[in-house]
Every structure is written in C-alpha cells, then in structure tokens.
C-alpha cells in the first residue's frame, strides 16, 4: 500500500463527512493501529489533530496515522456494534492502549430482591444476578441502560437509597421509574418489567414483542387504556431500536463488495460479514485501468482478489454494489477453489441492500479524501503544466457548467480548484432568467459576464485557467464575453464528451493554441480535468433542484396581492386543491369567505392573464 510521508489532515477533515460511521487509523505499513466510533465522523476525528491537550497516548498515536479509512453507518447505534465487532476480530494496539486496559463494562441485573436492581457493572463477577456483555465501552452501558430506563423503568438507584425513601423521587415524576421503593407497583408487575428487561437484553426481542402486544390487546378488551397506551409505548420503542440495528442480522457468511469510479481513481470497499455480523471493512484502490463504469471494476477485482491472492478466505456468498458481467464464470471458479458453492449476486434487499449502502458511501468518502488529497492534486496540476505546455504552474482553476429541465428554472455554475482540491468556500451559483428556455449558449454567456463583471470590478480572484464544459461553440461564447469585458489574461480550455461519452475519451480544445489535445485515459492533467467538471455538473444539478423543488413547494396563491395566509387557506379548503382554485370562475371564488367580487376577479386574472 502506497502511503505518504506524512498524514495532511487538514485536507482529509475538509472532505469528511459529519454523518456517524466508524473510523480505522493505518500506519506507514498499512498496519491497524485503532478503531474508533462517532456520532459525527468530522468532530471526532478533528478533536485528534487539536493544537493542545492531547494525552500523551493520544499524541503517539496521530504521530504514526498515514491513512485514516472511515465506514459510514446510518446510526450510532450501528457504529457502536461495528467498532466492537472489529476491535474484537483485530485487536489494534491503540484501542487496548486508550482504554487504560481497564476490563469492558456489562450491564447487571440482580436477582433474589422483591425489587431488582439493574446497573453499570466492570470488573469481577461476585454478586448474585444476571451480567450482559461485554460492552465495547462506558458509552454503550449508558446508552442501553438509558433506553431500558425510559422503557421498562426497573429502577437504577443504590440499594442504600432504595430501602430509605419515604416518597418517590425525580425519576418517577419524569417516568423512568415506577417507584417500587414507596410501593407504587405491585411485586407482580414490577417482576413483569424486569423479566421483559432480561428478555431484552437476551436477544429475545420478538418473543417479548408478541407478549406486549397480546397483554395490550388484552389491556384495551378490558378498557384499561392507560395500561394499553403505555404497552405500546414500549412497543413502539422496541421497534425503533430494532430498526436502527443494521450490523447484525441474518446468518449469513458473505463478504460485500461496493465499488466507486470517480475521476479516474477506483475505490472497492469490502465488508466481511460472518454469521450475520460485521467483523471488519477495508478499502482498497486498484490502478485505473480502461474501465469506465463500477461494473467494469468488480468484473476485474474480484478475480484477483479472491483467486490471486493467497489464504484469502472465500465466504459462499459475495453481494456487489453493480452488476457484474461475469458472475457466472467467477462464481464457478470460486467454487473449484474452495471447493463449495459460492454466489455472486447484486439482487438483494432488507438488511442486505442497506449494507451495501453502506460499503458504497464508505467507498465514496473514501476515495473522495484521496482525491483530493493534497500532494495527489499537486502532482495533477504538475501534469496538467506539462501537458498544456505552460511556462507556469496554474495556481486556480474554474469551471461552469449549466443545469435545468427542459429549459425550465436554468442555472449555472461555477466551481474552483487550487493546488489543495476544490476551494467550496468560491463556488458560486447563477440563476439564469431572460433567455429561450433550453438556449445553453445564452445561459453561459450570461453567467460568464456576471461572474467576470464582478472579478473585473475586484470582487475576487481571476484564475488561471477558466474550464468550459463543452466544445468548440460553448468555448467559443466564452472567448467573445472575455474579450468583450477586456479580461485578457485568463486562458481558456473547453472539455468536450468523446463520440462514445466515456469518462477518458474525452476531446479538448486549447484556445490557446487553437488546437484538440489529446490526453491518455490514465494521465493525471486529464483526471483533474474530470473531476472539476464532474463537480461542476454536480453543483448545477445540486443548485437546479433546490431552486425546482422551492417552486413546487410555493403555491402560485402567494403572487396574488390581497390573498394572505387566511384567504389562501379559506381558497385552498373550499376548493379542495390549487388546481381546482385555477379552474375556478370569478361567480364561484366569490362564494369562497373574505373574497369579495373584486379580489375575486383579480385571483382569476392572475391564473387566466
């Protein structure tokens, strides 16, 4: 594994996500040094590169990150179960450090008490009850027993506090607990709560699920809806927890397998599963090669994963993120290897599909920070100087592109690259109005002489190298708007889609010397090229489909003077719908309370000019 010298982290933060996930630190040696979780992926991992207050332990470890892999989870919760499940299968030598080699931590039920007690519990086992772990850590306990709390409310106190309360206290007025100390439940009831805590805590959740919703349907036969409310609550509850539960599930032995193309550069992330659970992920970056779609990818890297390399264990089912031509012939192959039958399949759904988003997005963010690391752009603005034949290196480059739907709601967009990667702080939006609907030409020029008035005026940076996304006539519309506001000193270079509109056959166009250059598929200048374009074209689209959805989430009723939110309101009820509001005649909106003939006739000039 090629790794850098040192570990940028002030450019690996600039693109990480602040969604929950799990984190994994690599040495020098591709060696795991420590696997953590985090509710927001960024905070947590920037609170490792503070300027200060750092323990000495926390220190060593970010003095030997050279690669920092993250898996994106859709809950902490997930997180949680998949870092425990990882620090087990790898054991990383910073996670046994950063724990203070204290033991992990269970959640204790006592037993042989009218009234048990559950409770954080570390170290021996000497009391009598039931013990559920090993937690991966304190924040696990709490977590759980938080959830059990506010669902079953067996009580947490001390049993010092316990035997000498006189009246119930806080937690009971909050309903976390049902004050079994002042005996406001019955021995029996209170029993039912804690065997439904055990049952919980076993793994038995549809078990007790089917019982709670018998004793509820029971509660509501004999009209004790309170009690039928407060089942379903518990319910309601249990579902939740259960449904944020992607990491294990199923029995199933099976590695997923989730490619990214993006720029030029591949990501394949692999999630091994084995009896249903998580036991590690890892990225891996293969050299770019003539593929150009994710499907292309998983056809070549399976091969050489499974087959060319040696010990590598073969599970009896691999799940891809595309299609993969061949998964017959591999699948076959596969199974002469290890001698069983192994499937190769992109068809699933449930719990299967969703952790195949999750390989995905981890595949995504992953290969996104090696993008745009710093020393991988510098290397491609060094290449993309030597290609253009420049003098100097380009030190700023921008790029527009346009978006709308069928020439409805256009806008345009630009973007910025420096030497470090996409500079989102210059990014900068256009909505274009005033022009035929679907006329690009016309949206271009337009955008280019808003952006460049103002640049001209000094309102920002001029690049080096101003990037068209298109050919001969949109470069051309570029160099007359440059030409007509006098701006003389940025060059222009057009990046047209090839005859067969693959990523690497690309045509350009230098206006510089009036010339097509041609770059190989593999070349670094042409993979900068793309990706500044395909963040152009993902502005665009972004901006166009925020500026569409706000329309259609506006109704036409707010143009009308006269007509505020009641009369809206009033219209809208009347009619049933906007579109029968618009069929409407002047006779009938005069029927509508508060609108009078003259604001009537009004509301119907404004839908009927």
């Not at 091969?303 to 390399?309: C, E, G």
């Not at 001209?456 to 570029?478: H, R």
């Not at 152009?536 to 259609?552: E, N, V």
């Not at 707010?558 to 618009?582: D, N």
């Amino acid at each position: 594994m090629n790794t850098p010298d040192v570990f940028d982290h002030k450019q690996f933060l600039a693109n990480t996500t602040k969604q929950p996930g799990i984190y994994q630190m690599y040495d020098g040696g591709g060696e795991l040094l420590y696997v953590g979780k985090a509710k927001n992926l960024k905070n947590r991992l920037s609170s490792y590169f503070r300027s200060s207050g750092l323990s000495p332990k926390t220190v060593a470890l970010v003095a030997k990150i050279r690669q920092i892999d993250v898996t994106v989870t859709s809950s902490e919760t997930e997180a949680l179960i998949l870092e425990q499940n990882l620090i087990k299968s790898h054991r990383p030598p910073y996670n046994i450090l950063l724990r203070d080699d204290k033991s992990y931590p269970y959640i204790f039920l006592s037993s042989g008490e009218t009234f048990p007690r559950i409770s954080f519990h570390r170290g021996s086992k000497k009391k009598r009850g039931h013990y559920f772990g090993p937690y991966p850590n304190v924040g696990a306990v709490k977590d759980s027993l938080n959830f059990l709390q506010k669902t079953f409310q067996v009580r947490q106190c001390e049993d010092s506090v316990f035997k000498n309360r006189s009246r119930p206290c806080l937690q009971y007025q909050i309903k976390r607990c049902t004050a079994p100390c002042v005996d406001y439940i019955s021995p029996e009831d209170y029993a039912d709560d804690v065997r439904h805590t055990r049952m919980f805590l076993s793994g038995d959740s549809d078990t007790l699920m089917k019982e709670l919703a018998d004793q509820m349907d029971a509660a509501s036969q004999a009209l004790e809806f309170e009690r039928a409310a407060a089942l379903r609550d518990q319910i309601t509850a249990l579902r939740s927890i259960q449904s944020q539960n992607l990491i294990e599930e199923g029995y199933g032995d099976l590695d997923v397998v989730a490619a990214v193309l993006q720029a030029g550069l591949i990501c394949v992330h692999v999630l091994f599963v084995r009896q249903g659970r998580i036991l590690g992920s890892r990225s891996y970056y293969p050299q770019a090669t003539l593929a150009d779609s994710e499907s292309d990818v998983l056809t070549e890297f399976l091969p050489q994963f499974y087959l060319a390399s040696e010990g590598r264990e073969i599970p009896r089912e691999i799940i891809t993120s595309h299609p993969v031509a061949e998964a017959e012939l591999i699948a076959q192959a596969l199974k002469s290897a290890s001698g069983r039958q192994v499937t190769v399949t992109d068809k699933v759904r449930t719990h299967r599909s969703q952790w195949v988003q999750m390989a995905t997005t981890a595949a995504q963010q992953n290969l996104t920070s090696r993008v745009n690391s710093r020393k991988n752009s510098m290397d491609r603005f060094i290449a993309l100087q030597d290609a253009l034949g420049l003098d100097e290196m380009p030190q700023r480059l921008e790029c527009f592109d346009i978006s709308h739907s069928s020439g409805e709601l256009t806008q345009a967009s630009c973007v910025v690259f420096d030497t470090n990667g996409p500079l989102k702080s210059d990014y900068r939006r256009f909505n274009i109005d005033g022009i035929t609907p679907g006329d690009d030409y016309a949206a271009m020029e337009q955008a280019l002489q808003r952006r460049y008035t103002r640049l001209q005026k000094g309102e920002g940076k001029l690049p080096d190298i101003l990037i068209i996304d298109g050919g001969k006539g949109q470069l051309g519309k570029a160099e007359a708007v440059l030409a007509e506001l006098g701006v003389n000193n940025v060059q222009l270079l057009g990046v047209a889609k090839g005859t067969t509109r693959k990523a690497g056959f690309e045509t350009l166009y230098w206006a510089e010397s009036g010339k097509e250059i041609v770059m190989s598929s593999d070349s670094p200048a042409l993979h900068l090229l793309q990706h500044i374009r395909d963040e152009a074209h993902r502005f665009a689209i972004t901006g166009h489909r925020q500026r569409r959805d706000k329309k259609r989430r506006t109704s036409s009723l707010e143009g009308v003077p006269g007509v505020g939110a009641g009369r809206r309101r009033e219209l809208l009820r009347h009619f049933g719908g906007l579109q029968e509001v618009q069929k409407a005649s002047v006779a009938d909106l005069a029927k509508v309370p508060g609108i009078s003939k003259r604001l009537a006739e009004e509301i119907y000039g404004h839908f009927h000019g």
